[in-house]
């Protein structure tokens, strides 16, 4: 398990098939989770907004929070293809955690 995965239950993430609304409702808990983690540790103090905002999108259209425009971390732009792409390797092309 990755940090990135940290408070998700793991008959979530090894699910073959659609997640439940209450199942997504929980891996759109994970990036606060992570945040918090981070939080009290002086090292990551700077990386807190990125981690708490890694799935933010800047039309809105992303997760936990929906910032859109100015009220989105700007500094998270430059995480999206490097965390695209570990993503893709951890999960394969159909999304799914060892596919």
Not at 6 to 26: H, M, Q, S
Not at 55 to 73: C, I, K, M, S, V
């Amino acid at each position: 398990m990755t940090w990135a995965k940290i408070g998700v239950p793991g008959f979530i993430l090894d699910k073959p098939g659609k997640l439940t609304d209450e199942e997504w409702a929980i891996i759109k808990e994970h990036p606060g989770k992570g945040a918090l983690i981070l939080e009290p540790i002086p090292a990551f103090r700077d990386v807190v907004p990125l981690v708490a905002q890694h799935h933010e999108r800047f039309d809105g259209g992303g997760y936990p929070l929906n910032l859109a425009g100015p009220t989105y971390h700007w500094g998270r732009e430059s995480w999206r293809w490097p965390m695209s792409t570990t993503h893709s390797s951890q999960t394969g092309p159909t999304g799914q955690v060892g596919a």
